[in-house]
């Protein structure tokens, strides 16, 4: 696998599920349809998780297709299922992040 530096990289993610993380903490799990030179992203059948206090536990909201502007993303990454699809243990490989300081 190649290098693709900056957006480019998102290429290789197109039809992937993803977790997005947002500036704001806000957590988004959804499918990378498409993204433009300044990493602004669409996510199609986007969920919204919310963490209850303890960081332990969650819950999930349907949002739909969400546009995303590039510059609140702070870290991206693929979603593997490590033994099956109805196993709730996932792998988080992380390709892509930013730095805002």
């Known amino acids: 696998m190649d290098f693709l530096p900056g957006t480019a990289s998102l290429v290789e ?12 903490g806000l957590k988004l799990f959804g499918t990378l349809r498409s993204f433009d ?36 993303v702070v ?7 490590l033994i099956s699809f109805q196993t709730p243990f996932f792998i988080f490989f992380i390709f892509f992040s930013f730095s805002f300081e």
């Open 13 to 24: 993610e197109v039809d992937k599920r993803l977790m997005v993380t947002l500036r704001d």
């Open 75 to 81: 870290l991206l990454g693929e979603i593997v299922s």
């Open 37 to 72: 030179q300044f990493a602004n992203i669409v996510l199609e059948d986007t969920k919204e998780r919310i963490y209850i206090e303890d960081q332990k536990s969650y819950g999930e909201r349907s949002v739909g297709i969400r546009l995303i502007r590039g510059e609140n």
